[in-house]
């Protein structure tokens, strides 16, 4: 009999689990239960450029570089054709991180192994935008604009078989009599769903703004950035932790308006489309393993958690997402043949 799995969650985390179990064993009747989908997820306000911080982390340094450097190719294959990339709103961008005061801010030891193109900003480039711009990298890295992406996702999860549904779990026990396995993508959800008190909310706040002339990103100090995306630039921003204030705060609106005008003066004419608060899901590092998850009743549940991906979720669900499918495959009673060795 096929065996059947539910992935608890329709972000970015728990739409690419879903896609790369289904490749992986195709045999396997996948559910997606979840509260909220594409709109109304963190994952969908998030810019998605492909800048891993020094903060990600998972289990060990080795599962860490290889989520990342899976993801990284992961993404950087949809770029050789170019309709299917527009398509999954997946794009290069190019761009500078300028700092005034630390050198180090502006470099990135994951980036500059992985980059064709990373190097520090000549003397006639620090002075381009303005500001005194002391230290500078320019690199061409990937944006992924979740706008596009989930639903790109659930399609092809759709037709593929997949089940969608829409519900909120109170808890995993409501699960237990009808899947052999459960895959834990609630991101910030897992506080509760599985009572996990170090995810943590790191509140960011961003306007989304039309200024179709501006083509490059920018990072600069004090959490300063511009990320074009295909349908809006992304002007941020912040990174409160803790914070637990879901709605738009006046003063970081105010704040974050001069930070990107000043560096960036003809944003002033851009038009503003919304503004956004979201919950990065943090945790101290990315949950993702095996558990025998007890339920209230006196039984176990075959449980594999992949959560808690901070600021870094958009940039490492391919990797993580591969992670965890092998540890989904260890708990199914067979293993199916790949859709890639078929
Ligand atoms: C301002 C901001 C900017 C960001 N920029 C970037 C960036 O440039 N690059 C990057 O890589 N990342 C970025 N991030 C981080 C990224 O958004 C998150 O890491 C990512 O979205 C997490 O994805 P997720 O699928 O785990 O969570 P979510 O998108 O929150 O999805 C969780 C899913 O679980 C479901 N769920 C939860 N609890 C329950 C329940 N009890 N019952 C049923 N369903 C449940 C929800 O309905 C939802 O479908 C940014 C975040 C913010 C806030």
Request: hydrophobic content about 35%; glycine content about 8%; some cysteine.
């Amino acid at each position: 009999m096929a065996s059947k799995v539910c992935v608890v969650g329709a972000g970015v985390v728990g739409l690419s689990t879903a896609t790369h179990l289904q490749e992986q064993c195709p045999d396997a009747h996948i559910t997606i239960i979840a509260d909220k989908f594409t709109v109304d997820t963190t994952s969908d306000g998030a810019a998605g450029i492909f800048r891993p911080g020094s903060s990600f982390r998972c289990a060990t340094s080795e599962i860490t570089r290889q989520c990342l450097d899976d993801s990284f190719y992961h993404y950087r294959k949809f770029l050789d054709d170019e309709a299917e990339a527009i398509r999954a709103g997946i794009k290069w961008i190019s761009g500078y991180q300028l700092s005034s005061k630390y050198p180090g801010i502006v470099r990135n030891a994951y980036l500059e192994s992985v980059l064709d193109e990373f190097r520090p900003c000549t003397k006639e480039e620090l002075e381009i935008y303005p500001g005194d711009w002391k230290y500078g990298s320019f690199y061409k890295t990937i944006l992924i604009e979740n706008r596009r992406y989930l639903p790109y996702l659930t399609e092809k999860f759709k037709s593929r078989g997949g089940v969608i549904e829409q519900h909120c779990l109170e808890s995993l026990d409501e699960l237990g009599k009808d899947f052999d396995v459960i895959c834990n993508c609630s991101g910030f959800g897992a506080r509760e769903l599985c009572n996990d008190i170090t995810v943590l909310p790191m509140r960011g706040q961003v306007f989304k703004v039309n200024a179709p002339w501006v083509k490059n990103f920018l990072y600069v100090d004090y959490d300063t950035y511009i990320l074009p995306g295909f349908s809006s630039i992304t002007l941020g921003g912040c990174r409160q932790y803790d914070s637990w204030n879901a709605e738009v705060n006046k003063y970081d609106s105010a704040a974050i308006w001069e930070r990107c005008t000043s560096i960036l003066p003809s944003l002033e004419k851009a038009e503003i489309v919304k503004e956004w608060v979201g919950w990065r899901p943090y945790r101290y590092c990315v949950r993702i393993e095996k558990e025998n998850f007890p339920t209230k009743n006196g039984n176990t549940l075959k449980v594999v958690h992949n959560y808690g991906h901070g600021g870094y979720g958009v940039l490492s669900a391919p990797g993580t997402a591969k992670y965890a499918v092998n540890l989904i495959q260890d708990f199914l009673p067979t293993t199916s043949v790949p859709l890639s060795k078929l």
